[in-house]
């Protein structure tokens, strides 16, 4: 039986197919590398989305968990493998040794001991840094500081923020796709969902947290310095998931009372006769039912048509509510718009809105995203079977003039001291 065996490891040492197997072994090992090379290129700076990179206090304690419990898992998985692999080499099957069976050892009460004691004692270690780390991640802090809470709001696809000043149970405005918040001071987190489960995830400031259609959940984060920090929604929630993007963008606490003061204004009204109140009047007409522009259209969905009405009307936006979120705004299911143009992202965060460096409006960005929005991302925004309203942003077939007018008007949308 042996002789047969060892015949049959010779003649294919000899055949063609062994060349093969040396050559697969050199692929295997060549693949391994390249792939070793690949892996080294996942730096922070080609990969924002990483949570080894924390920049803010949340997350900089999950990296304090993180770090210690890798080490410890990197011991035990080298501490096993080096093990199983001198146990194979040393006790292999050797020549002559084919017909003997090997030593049976059990019972080794040292051993045993050892081998339940040190694992419970690492398990019972990482266990009292884990609890101690969801305690710190789940305990509000105090950030009375700057008095405001930020309902988080995940839509099919991208994200809403409603910010509540002094925390009185009412939203003072409502913007997307950009969370700004201020450096040095927690901010209060509100998660919810106005369709399906989302979940939120700022890597550089804090771990994942649903979004669950009617539930809240809590979450704080605060940025150690200033910057913008990309984020991504991270639970299934349908077609573009995946373009389901957002930013948390933290400015100096000065910086972000500026900020907040410009988004308490109302949209300027453009002087009749120019190519921004054309725009208006194609935003009345066209988009006014889903997107709320404060100053401009009320939230009973009644578009406001003349210039009389839009003066009359210009303070008096605020007065209806969302049944879901308790959010001013039309339908709700499409961005607010009112100063648009103190974002830099739009369409889920996934586009340019106006470059980060100079300002500049990303014009092109904004004309296609109006003439084909589904040439920027994967909707569904017509009725569709099983989904009867359909998501996204439909085609509404604008003019090209009409479109002119329409980004000639949303380019004015920023406050006039900003
Ligand atoms: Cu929202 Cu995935």
Redesign the pocket.
């Given at each position: 039986m042996s002789d047969q065996f060892n015949g049959e490891v010779e003649r294919r040492k000899m055949s063609p197919k062994y060349d093969h197997l040396k050559r697969v072994r050199k692929y295997v090992t060549m693949l391994l590398g390249v792939s070793l090379l690949a892996l080294a290129g996942c730096g922070s700076e080609r990969t924002p989305l990483t949570t080894l990179d924390p920049r803010g206090e949340a997350s900089q304690a999950i990296q304090n968990l993180v770090v210690p419990v890798f080490i410890v898992a990197g011991i035990v998985f080298v501490f096993i493998n080096v093990g199983v692999l001198y146990v194979a080499v040393r006790f292999r099957r050797r020549k002559g040794e084919e017909n003997e069976f090997p030593e049976q050892v059990h019972g080794n009460t040292k051993l045993e001991l050892g081998w339940t004691i040190i694992p419970a004692l690492i398990m019972a270690g990482i266990a009292v840094g884990t609890v101690a780390t969801l305690v710190t991640l789940n305990t509000e802090p105090d950030n009375t500081a700057k008095d405001f809470e930020v309902r988080v709001v995940?839509?099919?696809?991208w994200?809403q923020f409603e910010y509540d000043l002094g925390r009185d149970g009412t939203v003072d405005f409502v913007t997307a796709s950009e969370m700004v918040i201020p450096t040095g001071v927690p901010v209060d987190l509100t998660m919810t969902?106005r369709d399906?489960?989302?979940?939120f995830w700022i890597p550089a400031l804090n771990g994942k947290k649903d979004?669950a259609p009617g539930r809240l959940s809590k979450l704080w984060m605060q940025a150690e310095e200033e910057g913008r920090f990309i984020g991504?929604?991270?639970?299934?929630?349908?077609l573009?998931?995946?373009y389901?993007r957002m930013y948390a963008v933290a400015k100096s606490p000065a910086d972000f009372d500026k900020w907040v003061a410009g988004q308490m204004t109302n949209a300027k009204i453009p002087a009749a006769g120019t190519a921004e109140r054309r725009g208006l009047d194609a935003f009345t007409n066209n988009c006014a039912y889903c997107h709320l522009i404060s100053g401009v259209n009320t939230p009973d969905c009644t578009p406001i048509q003349t210039e009389a009405e839009y003066d009359a009307k210009a303070n008096t936006c605020w007065v209806g509510a969302s049944p879901y979120t308790g959010a001013p705004q039309v339908s709700g299911m499409a961005p607010n718009l009112t100063h648009l143009m103190t974002r830099y992202v739009f369409v889920g965060a996934l586009y340019e809105l106006r470059n980060v460096d100079t300002g500049e409006i990303n014009v092109n960005n904004l004309e296609g995203w109006i003439r084909n929005p589904e040439d920027f991302k994967p909707m569904a925004p017509e009725p569709t079977r099983g989904n009867t309203y359909g998501r996204g942003m439909p085609k509404i077939n604008l003019t090209e003039d009409q479109i002119d007018d329409l980004v000639a008007y949303l380019s004015t949308l920023a406050p006039t001291s900003a």
């Open positions: 995940g839509q099919q696809w994200w969902s399906v489960i989302h979940s979004a991504q929604c991270t639970e299934f929630c349908g573009s998931h995946a389901m």
